[in-house]
């Protein structure tokens, strides 16, 4: 990515590295920020450059435990089927192979416009 230290570059390439190497399993939290202390930064980044990064948390006796895993790589806009939302360059994740009910959690959240009566 333009503008981001060497670092960071580094980190995302070995955050990425585990993440492939351990598909579609789920690695938990403490081993990413092995790799990298701000590895949420990092994510955020893999997810901007088109990387579909899913995680998890839950809650066992108070404390939170969290996990994350690699699904897909997103497809370019170009690749977008006609009419696809777009966002910051990918196509929706909802979108791309049908999948919102595996990639959500909660369902579709979509908001819908109501109008006063």
Known sequence: MPGTAPYAQ????????????RS???????????????????VKE?????HAIENQTERVH??????FRLLRHRRPVSAAAPGARV?????????YEGA????????DLTPT?????
């Open 10 to 21: 580094t980190q995302r390439a070995r955050i990425l590295g585990l993440l492939k190497s």
């Open 24 to 42: 579609p399993e789920w690695v938990p939290a403490f081993e990413i920020a092995e790799l990298a202390l701000q590895y949420n930064a990092r």
């Open 46 to 50: 893999l997810r901007e450059a088109g």
């Open 62 to 67: 108070g404390v939170t435990h969290s996990w």
């Open 87 to 95: 966002e910051r360059g990918v196509v929706d994740r909802a979108e």
């Open 100 to 107: 919102a009910e595996s990639l959500s959690l909660f369902g």
């Open 113 to 117: 416009l109501r109008c006063p009566s």
